[in-house]
């Protein structure tokens, strides 16, 4: 059964942090690398970090020095956190492999969890 199950998202200030968490399947986390993807209203899903099951991280420009991925291999999560939010993060993050994870003939997506950087 696959499980990709995001949470943590909220609404924050301008400057503030917050840290995403994932749930994913064991079998899928264990031998893939994973990623982060946003989506803002009216755009397509963008992937905006990554690491590898090495721990080898990638960050797309706009985060990168304020986002930081890991993964917990216990607990078969990975992490995204946040710091200094910008209204520009504003979105809906989901979590998934690279690339995304394929169910029958689409690609299976988790429900993702909203951030909303606003005063």
């Known amino acids: 059964q696959v499980q990709l199950v995001e949470s943590g998202g909220q609404l924050v200030q301008p400057g503030g942090s917050l840290r995403l968490s994932c749930v994913v399947s064991?079998?899928?986390?264990?031998?893939?690398?994973m990623a982060w993807y946003r989506q803002i209203p009216g755009k397509a899903r963008d992937r905006i970090a990554q690491?590898?099951?090495?721990?080898?991280?990638r960050y797309v420009d706009s985060v990168a020095g304020r986002f930081t991925i890991s993964r917990d291999d216990a607990r078969n999560s990975v992490h995204l956190q946040m710091n200094n939010l910008k209204r520009e993060d504003t979105g809906v993050y989901f979590c998934?492999?690279?690339?995304?994870?394929?169910?029958?003939?689409?690609?299976?997506w988790g429900h993702g969890t909203a951030v909303t950087v606003s005063w």
């Open positions: 064991e079998n899928i986390f264990r031998s893939n690398t």
């Open positions: 998934n492999t690279v690339p995304p994870l394929i169910t029958g003939s689409r690609e299976y």
């Open positions: 690491i590898t099951t090495g721990n080898i991280r």
